[in-house]
């Protein structure tokens, strides 16, 4: 009886011409990928299949560990967040290795596609929005600070865009927190106003669920946040704050209330 031919877990897709070199490169990265999800490199439980014109390396595992291998690296891929929140080390040398060959993969238009026999392949471009998501989870940030206790803030920011990665890829929408771009997820009640504040360009108030950084006293992980609520920030002009100053002074010297009353009056009125 012919032995059953092994199925493919996933493959990495390169619009470039398959030459020696980057045929070599491409399957180091896919073995680096799954020796960080767990796959021993002494042991054969995956075979990589190369391609001869435009560059493509399958992987079919052959074991029960090559398999759980592959698919940590597929779920990566999916949802690099949530990858590291329920796998922090593993995630983390994935994101190493990826990393590491981020000009390999944003230069030849790389792709990962996942395509289960019978159905359509679902495909994740790994270029530059995708390998910034994974920047922070490979560039040192201790993960451990994924088991930190949860907090809640607030911000005050314009929504860029709100979409997917990829087919297969949980909805985010980028905002800017401490000067940079994220990606973040959000709970499903948020959707319709995210995609409104994101046409209208509106500031938006956001309240999110945050990770402390334990080595950085005050700050957050912003990209492990999460929106939670979502609504509109109705900016105030400078002659609305003058005449909330005026009203708050009325009742005597301006200061002579806590400053922590005087900002929550304020606040009421944004």
Known sequence: MAQREPATAFEVRLDAPATPELVLKTAQLVSAMLEAAGQS???????????????????????????????????????????????????????????????????????????????????????????????????????????????????????????????????????????????????????????ALAESEKLARLRLEVVTDPQRQGSILAKLSRILEVSAFEEMSGAEFMQSMQRLAEAGPLFSRPIEDIVADLEDRW
């Open 41 to 195: 490199s002494s042991d054969p439980g995956v075979t990589l299949e190369v391609f001869n014109y435009n560059t493509r390396v399958l992987v079919h595992p052959r074991n029960r560990q090559g398999r759980s291998a592959a698919a940590k690296v597929v779920r990566f891929v999916a949802d690099p967040v949530g990858a590291a929140r329920k796998h922090p080390s593993e995630a983390q040398l994935i994101a190493q290795a990826m990393s590491g060959s981020r000009r390999l993969l944003v230069d030849r238009k790389a792709n990962f596609v996942v395509a289960p026999k019978g159905s359509n392949p679902v495909q994740t471009q790994l270029d530059e929005p995708f390998l910034d998501s994974v920047r922070g989870l490979a560039e040192g940030e201790p993960l451990k600070v994924l088991l930190s206790p949860l907090a809640e803030t607030e911000e005050i920011t314009q929504v860029l865009r709100v979409g997917r990665s990829s087919l297969n890829a949980e909805m985010t929408a980028r905002i800017v927190v401490n000067g940079e771009p994220y990606d973040l997820p959000f709970e499903a009640s948020c959707k319709a106003q995210l995609f």
